[in-house]
């Protein structure tokens, strides 16, 4: 009887290790997850000009620094990356 009661004592303790185990598990990926949403919302310098670009077609670099603020090297950069990404495609290329 006493093998028994020390047998579930063992069982008892392991069920609470592991549970221990698991409740810390699942608290570092919700903090993972915070982490990754905050990390996906912030906002870049491609994103109002990206959403200028999808408004309207035809724009130039002139009309992106002015509704946006940015400087034409930025706007530059920004268009790049967004190539670069595949989010838009250019029309054209040079003066018109």
């Given at each position: 009887m006493k093998d028994i009661k020390e047998d579930w004592k063992d069982i008892v303790n392991g069920v609470k290790e592991v549970s221990?185990?698991?409740g810390k598990a699942v608290e570092s990926l919700e903090r993972l997850e915070k982490t990754q949403a905050a990390e996906d919302k912030k906002a870049t310098k491609?994103?109002?000009v990206?959403?200028?670009i999808l408004r309207k077609e035809g724009?130039?670099?002139?009309e992106l620094s002015r509704r946006t603020g940015l400087s034409e090297k930025e706007?530059?950069?920004a268009v790049?990356?967004?190539?670069k990404e595949g989010k838009i495609k250019r029309v054209f290329v040079g003066m018109s």
């Open positions: 221990g185990k698991v491609t994103d109002p990206l959403e200028i724009v130039g670099v002139t706007i530059k950069k790049f990356n967004l190539r």
